[in-house]
């Protein structure tokens, strides 16, 4: 098989410069010269991302029996991360060059990884240029650390939680006791986790702030094998569902070596980002580690006992965890194309209709003879149903590469023809195909398309 990478046009730089010149994405604190791996999304990225953990939340709430919503806080008891072994155990082993300055993770230097280059001697990796001299490796604990209240003193520090899963098995008992649910069940979150990284980012790849998408499912401890092979498929298939391409996924079990303290099995869906194979989430059998440890420091029993068959036992878990952050990367990898359409070179998002962050682009024609006043009234139709743009500023040429840009699926434009018949032409992104339809059946016809099936063009590519 052809490797995929080399067909595409994509670079991690192409993708960070549509995000900022569209403002997608761009660098926070941008007036004070940046902050280190962080990043503000604007109006297309909100929208973009807003989407994505939409579609989370139906493929985990909405299509399902068994799975139920919680939004927990950020800041939990300390205790929480003493228990959770984040305390002790979080931590990435750290070595310093005294030559150049530069920290460097000491578990990633290998040439497999981007970012663990000599600055001096960018073709080897730290420790193997002439001048190099690194330190022993030292322990660093990615957590953020605060406190609560005016004085800062042992007794008052508090951490940014590094996950939101711990959220879940605090709540565990509670949720059990309102959800009537019995294992097998999960509980889902969506929130920010914050983790002190130390290597440079790749963009949103890796950063300090970041939205997670997890859910940990409670099984009978006999089953967790079977439902861990479940969800590494599910969460596989949810991706191809998303459009990204099937040949750019992968699963990835970890070696024993890089397994994490709570975890007996773990799979990586891995996604070829620009920058090679890399984790987007992670599915963890998590067996009963959590659920023991906090009842060990709460006093608490998290358990479930079936009072049918007088049976209790401590659940395993599962845990599909994944970054909205880097799906929204691996989408804009993923549908980034350019081509040439009449002479003109064109950027074009061919993303899925549904992640898409705008559904239709409402543009007349020419600014006069009644044209925008037709399309305004389409497009105050249209808005309440779909996420929708009019626009009328520049050529009707630069309009529809500006849509393309964003990865608008269908442009709808107002013509003379318009004003005397009732009908508009729908362009589509992809096929660039255009088709004349009736303004009485326009938000019906792009409601059906909207939902139609749809894959990558870039397959055929
Ligand atoms: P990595 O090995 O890349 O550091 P991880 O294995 O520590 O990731 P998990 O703890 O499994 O990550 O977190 C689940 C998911 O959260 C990851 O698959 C990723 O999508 C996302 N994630 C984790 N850390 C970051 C980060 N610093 N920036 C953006 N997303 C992140």
Known sequence: MADPAKADVVTMDKVVALCKRRGLIFPASEIYGGIANTYDY????????????????????????????????????????????HLAGFTDPLVDCKTCGHRFRADHLDLSHEEARCPRKPSVVPGEGPECDLTEAREFNLMFETTIGPVKDAGSTVYLRPETAQGIFLDFKTVLGFARRKPPFG?????????????????????????????????????????HEYWLEARLAWYVELGIRRDHLRLREHGPEELSHYSSATSDVEYLYPIGWQELEGIANRGDFDLRQHARYSGERLEYFDQATGERYVPHVIEPAAGVGRTVLALLCDAYDEDELGGERRTVLKMHPRVAPVKVAVLPLVRKDGQPELARQVHEELKRRFQTEYDEGGSIGRRYRRQDEIG?????????????????????????????VAIAGLAEHLDCRLKARWTSPKLDS
């Not at 290597?199 to 940990?216: D, V």
């Not at 699926?409 to 992809?430: A, K, M, N, W, Y």
């Open 42 to 85: 604007g109006h297309y990225g909100v929208l973009l991302k807003r989407n994505v953990i939409d579609a989370w939340w139906q493929a985990m709430v909405g299509d399902r029996d068994d799975i139920v919503a919680l939004d927990s806080a950020i800041i939990q008891h300390p205790r929480t991360w003493e228990a959770s072994g």
């Open 187 to 227: 509980i889902a979150q969506v929130g920010k986790s914050f983790r002190n990284e130390i290597t440079p980012g790749n963009f949103i790849f890796r950063t300090l702030e970041f939205e997670q998408m997890e859910m940990e499912f409670f099984v009978p401890p006999a089953d967790a094998q079977r439902w």
């Open 408 to 436: 608008t699926p269908f442009c709808v434009t107002i013509d003379h023809q318009s004003l005397e018949d009732g009908t508009v032409t729908v362009r589509d992104r992809d096929t660039l195909a255009q088709e004349r």
